[in-house]
């Protein structure tokens, strides 16, 4: 199974094939050190409950 197409939490949809963050439909400036920690693997952000909490981190 492959990683998702986009991930959603709170305004927020991190689309990652296009490598974009957006917010109500607006694109927001996301540099490619931002977007990688965003995207990292375990993923920050859940594609089903929307995020983690600190004691998921590692």
Do not use: H, T, W
């Amino acid at each position: 199974m492959g990683s998702p197409n986009a991930y959603y939490f709170g305004d927020f949809e991190l689309k990652v094939k296009a490598r974009v963050l957006m917010r109500g439909g607006k694109q927001v400036p996301l540099g490619s050190k931002a977007f990688e920690v965003l995207n990292c693997e375990p993923p920050l952000v859940d594609p089903i409950d929307g995020g983690i909490d600190a004691g998921q981190i590692r």
